[in-house]
Each structure stands twice: as C-alpha cells, then as structure tokens.
C-alpha cells in the first residue's frame, strides 16, 4: 500500500475539505503566529486500531489543530511517540506517519515461529478452538517455549526496530531519549506562541509526552519517559525512545514481555523516589518485566488534569478506540470471561477518573473501532485498513464540527 490509497479515498477527500473550513474556529486559547491552535492529546491503546487514531489526528490537523502534550497507551503509545519525535510541535505530522504506516507490512510485527504465527493468525481469523487444538498439540514443545520460557509468543523486535527507523529517519532524526527531550523543549517552539486571552507567550512548560507501561516486577504503573531513570539511571539518555513504546505495547501472552536488566541501585532498598513515584518500596530488581500499559491504564485521560489551574488554557482531548460501556458482556463462557475480566482491569481507574470528572466527556471522540474490527489482527486486508483510517477521521471531523470550546470552559468556570 501506499500513502495515496488512504488519502485519495472519495470520502476521505471530502472531509478534508469540510475540515479546512473549520480552520477558524476556536478550539483552544493557545495559538502561534500562523493560526495554528494547541490541545492536549490523549490516545487510548488497541493493537492495529491504532490506524483509526491517525485518521482522527490527520483531520484535527487539517483543521489547524496542533499538539502540544501528548500521552497514550500500546497503540495510543505508538502514535505519542512519532507524533511527538518526528517534528516540531508546530508542524503537522499525520500525513508522515500515514506514510511510514503505510509502507509497512504490520504482520512482520508477529516475529514468532513461523508454525505458530499460522496457527495465532487462525484463532484471530475466528476458526473454532477445536480445530485448532491438534496443531498446537502437535507443536506442543514450541508453545511451551514461547509460553512458559519466554512468557510470549512473539520476541516484538521486529515493532522495536522498525520505530527506531522511523524516528531516525524523520525530519527531527532522533535517535535517544536526550535528543527526544532536547527537541520537545521550548527552544524549538514555534514564533508568536501565545495566550489569545491575555497575550502572554508560551514559555513556561515543556510540550510533555507519557507512554504509559506495566511493570509486572514491583507491580508499578510506569510514565515514560518521566521514570525511565528508575530503570535505566545515568545512561537514560542514551536510550533509544522505541524501548518505551516497545513496554508499553507489550500484549500478555501475544508479544514476550519488555524486559530490562542491570536495574541501577539493585538490590538496596527503594529509594524515595521509587517510592514517591511507584509506590513500591521493598528491595529494586536487577531485572523488571513490562506488559501492555492498558492492563492498568489503556486510556490515561487523567494525565494532564491540573487541579490547580480550574479553567485550562488548552483542551485535553482523549480519543477512544474501543466502545465505552454501551453493552453488557456475556460471560457464559470461559472465552467471555476472561475477555470481560480483561476489560475491567484494562478500563477500571480511566473509568473511575471520569466519574469523577464529569466534564472530560465532552473532550473524548468515541471511536468505537473494536465493534467491527479485530484489534489483533495484524494480517488485516488493505481495504479493511483503509476503513479504519476513515472512521477514525470521521469520528474526528464529527467530534470538532460539534466541540463548543467557550461553552467548556464555562463549565470549568
């Protein structure tokens, strides 16, 4: 595929056009010289949905919406970060990341054996479980090495490496942690950045990024790249920023678990700031293991909220990939069961958030990518990508066409 049979689509066409003309409307009081308007942005995670966020982000773009924090989880995860480091907070990126997305081929993703990917990839597919139940007895010794050796049926070097080309490649070329961070910094904010309100410039935060992860080892909710010096100390910087996508997209049994080794400090009691930050406070690992952030945040709305500042400068807009509590589950089944106990780890404290803040309702674009699609399936069909993608951008356009800015910030008020 290329960049073209996303963006060439009739449709797609026109809601860019009816997308322009919402180029003057008012979704935030931060702006620059050239009009461009700032939200925050919060991504929930969902495997391949991911395609459907870079539609949503692509319309917000074209109507001269632009970035400035930025936060996800797994998928959500994937899009912070090349939103986040391939260039400036100023410059539309949808349409590159389109482009790489496009180019690739998602099932290189599933780097497992190739036997078992066959079989991972039937399951997917719907065939019943007892039609696949021979092949995996008769693959027996594979599966209890993927599973019970490696704690995953797929290595996720292959996701890792190809976001470290991505990032290298992109117009800012960056290659660690340092540089991620030097080139979110104010210095490279754009001319005339400001508060429309009372004129004042924009200079007194860095345009922010978390990338939320699991570690299973202290059982801790992990922000990167705001605790990566926990784990990896001094040498933080150096790092390159595709590891943290690669815990934060670490799905249970699916992908092995991100794991980091030569923890600093291992072996002597947590420090204080282990324990400000995680909560843990026992003996620091020599190795920690990350799964998929969504197992305790897949949609982390509640990251930018200030308690402090009661009316915001700038909206946080969340979108959501999955469908937001509109069905009951049916858990008659072992299958249901453990798809809904899941759901309610993956969903709980978002939720909880929410209830206590009403209003962030009103910044969330729903979706709903899941009712139709397949989150794991990374063999999906060109035509059911390019879906995606549309949905995501109609669900944006529909989303600003109906976002009254003025009549949210009474409500703050």
Known sequence: MNYEDFTRQPEFVQMVQEAEKLNRKVYSDVIDKEGHQYVDLVQEGGGVLGIALVGYTYILEVAGIRFFHLAGTSAGAINTLVLAGMDSIDKAKSNLVLDVLAKQDLFEFVDG???????IQKVIDGTPFKKVLGKLLWNFR????ALFINLGLNPGKAFEKWIETVLIESPHKVSNIGELLDKRSSKYYPEGLINRITGEPIRDEMALMHIIAADVTTQSKVLFPKMAHLYWGKKTEEISPAKMVRASMSVPIFFVPFEIDQVPNAGNPASEEWVQMTNYSGPIPEKVKFVDGGMISNFPINVFHSKTR?????PTFGVKLSAYRDMHSDVNDLGGFIDS???????DSDNEFLLQNPDFKKLICFIDADKAFNWLNFKMDEEKKKELFLLGARKGLEFIKSFDWEAYKKIRG
């Open 310 to 314: 009661q009316v915001p400068r700038k």
């Open 142 to 145: 594979k599966v209890k090495n």
């Open 341 to 347: 106990m899941i759901s309610t780890m993956r969903h």
């Open 113 to 119: 054996d190739p036997v078992l990917k066959k079989i």
